[in-house]
């Protein structure tokens, strides 16, 4: 298959992202950013057993040095002390300004690698090797880097530009299927949010997608990237335009804290966030009920979860004060303004309310194989 | 007297830098910067006790929020867990990204502040308010940020430039004598890399410096931040110019790490290293006898240590070797091309085993007051 190349456009900071299958093992333009430098591939025990070895060979010879650093898997250790394993490491290698980090795995890999880099000797270059796929269409993507504090998720970070990211499809085979679900949730959210004619694509490759059929799969990841590298390029620090990129994260990341971090997946909250965002905005006739319907078939054909907690309403209040977009308390909301465009404002309490309790429900995450909504949905 | 503003240039990223006598009490620029934000003026036990209530004063009325984050003097406590206390404040008071930091203290809480503010939600704005000489001249202006690792100074940080710079000369006067001196050493160094009038004016003036009159000391310090900014302009993130800065560092830097890091004061460790570099050029016939004599008078008569720790050689390559601006173990020396000229480059190592033994002698740092040497050089 062809490799497609995203160029995401940030001035001096621009970079590509290459997405195809195979590039783990051959990527000639990792290669030339490797040849001669300190090299320190970033991954987690898990990715390093599935795909640390095609990336390892292809690199040995052209790199000056070469370490792994392999943390604890998880989200639970995306903090100060896992962090620190990073800067030790380099330092004990006596690695320089001139060095480059490889970040090999998911979001938090991603992430800790990329804050690593941001913070190493006051920035150092990195790539980034997404292998899930939240983190092939999203979190590697826009140069968000951060870890988290008790207090709150990804409370410490840095935006800092990847060089390059390499977005191997094969690493999805490897994926448990939640998490594969949880990619599809942030890309029908570039769907309803910038295209709806991207939207239906996902619609109608569900089944392929779902079974990581390389040819759709590339092709939706590729418009996913596109979608993000548009906004971000508008608004690489999140001053403005970016901000649409939350649409149903108000929601989600007060379903994540509140579940406990790592209990739903981000993207099974998102998608659940997005059902909430989209219904407040038709109580507020910036959608019709079609539109609604729609997305909720895409987000079940996707097979994620299409209840929230059924929560008091001063419980989610609560939980969305403490969210990061907020200014001084008062949680802004991205909402539908219509499928593929966007407004973001804050909401009157009681409308709230009435959606907290519109969208409660039994259930939440499953770890079943996707059984029959994983086919296409109507839309 | 007047108040002096200092444009530092750096596109979007451009600041004012202000110095003059009371602003802490009085400053409309900052009033204008903090009226209506939350507001966290971060310093030290130490800092507080002397400056904090003018400062408080001026802030109370115009800020939504105030809080002060006082942590535990000293460059040892510039470390995770106290900058772990700056995020834990913050986010226990619920500032969001709109929230602005100011600085006030020394070198150690502007690097830690404004690291905090660079991290904080992935960057929020700060004003340094420097307290010392080295910070009002240096460390405030130019965006540095950091913390300290086990193996080595400043090894955490990120590029993050304030928006305000204000400097009250009037703080100066709380000031023990060495960390006077330790910032005319910064001073001094301004002049041999940029301006050998400058030098010449500080030569003059050493005695009314010693004794912080307001006047000399406001123009001397707005001279040193004019060469500042204007190399930082040039250069913003040290990938060239901007490393002429570091003269005298490559080997103050080994003796501040050597000596045990807060023996010798940074700027101690800078005024010996200049020496040793001027001795290095001289030994490449970049430097006449004429300037390195002048260079010598200057830094004694600012009260700064004059011989250099008496290593064997080994001792002092391995303590370069980890320099962060040396390249893959070889350090690249900053050396003067006459007074007011500088030239980055490596250098034979029996070179430098020469200028060690050479620059090598009995001494160090002494808290005695400004003896003999305090008066004006000859040069």
Request: aromatic residues 4%.
């Amino acid at each position: 298959m062809t490799l497609r190349e995203i160029p995401v456009s940030l001035g001096e900071r621009s970079y590509p992202i290459l997405i195809g299958e195979g590039l783990l093992a051959q990527c000639p333009q990792l290669v030339e950013l490797a040849r001669g430098r300190q090299l320190a591939i970033v991954t987690n025990d898990t990715v390093a057993a599935l795909h640390e070895a095609p990336l390892r060979r292809q690199l040995d010879d052209v790199a000056a040095t070469l370490i792994t650093i392999a943390l604890p898997d998880g989200e639970s250790h995306k903090d100060w002390p896992t962090l620190n394993r990073i800067y030790d490491a380099l330092l004990g290698h006596r690695f320089d300004r001139g060095c480059l980090l490889v970040a090999l795995g998911g979001g938090v890999i991603g992430d800790m690698a990329g804050f690593a880099a941001a913070t190493y000797q006051r920035g150092v270059d990195f790539v980034q090797v997404p292998t899930t796929l939240l983190a092939q269409v999203d979190s590697s993507v826009g140069g968000k880097t951060a870890i988290n504090h008790p207090l709150g998720k990804n409370m410490i970070g840095a935006f800092h530009q990847p060089r390059l990211v390499v977005a191997d499809v094969g690493t999805l085979r490897t994926l448990p299927r939640r998490e594969l679900s949880a990619g599809l949730a942030e890309m029908i959210k570039h769907g309803a949010i910038a295209d709806p004619g991207y939207l239906a694509a996902l619609e109608r490759d569900m089944p392929a997608l779902l079974r990581c059929e390389a040819a759709p799969m590339a092709a939706a990841i590729a418009r996913s990237c596109e979608i993000k590298a548009e906004v971000v390029a508008a608004d690489e620090r999140e001053a403005g335009r970016r901000a649409i990129l939350n649409f149903g994260h108000t929601f989600g990341h007060a379903i994540e804290a509140g579940m406990g971090f790592g209990n739903w997946l981000h993207g099974e909250a998102v998608g659940t966030g997005m059902l909430m965002a989209a219904e407040l905005s038709r109580r507020l006739s910036l959608l019709d009920e079609a539109a609604c319907a729609r997305l909720h078939a895409a987000v079940a054909a996707a097979g994620l979860p299409l209840r929230a907690p059924g929560w008091p309403a001063e419980r989610w209040l609560e939980l969305m004060s403490v969210d990061k977009k907020a200014e001084q308390g008062t949680p802004k909301f991205v909402l539908l303004d219509g499928l593929g465009g966007t407004v973001v404002r804050r909401v009157p309490e009681p409308l709230l309310v009435e959606t907290f309790a519109a969208c409660a429900g039994p259930g939440g995450p499953t770890d079943r194989e996707a059984g029959p909504h994983a086919g296409p949905a109507g839309g």
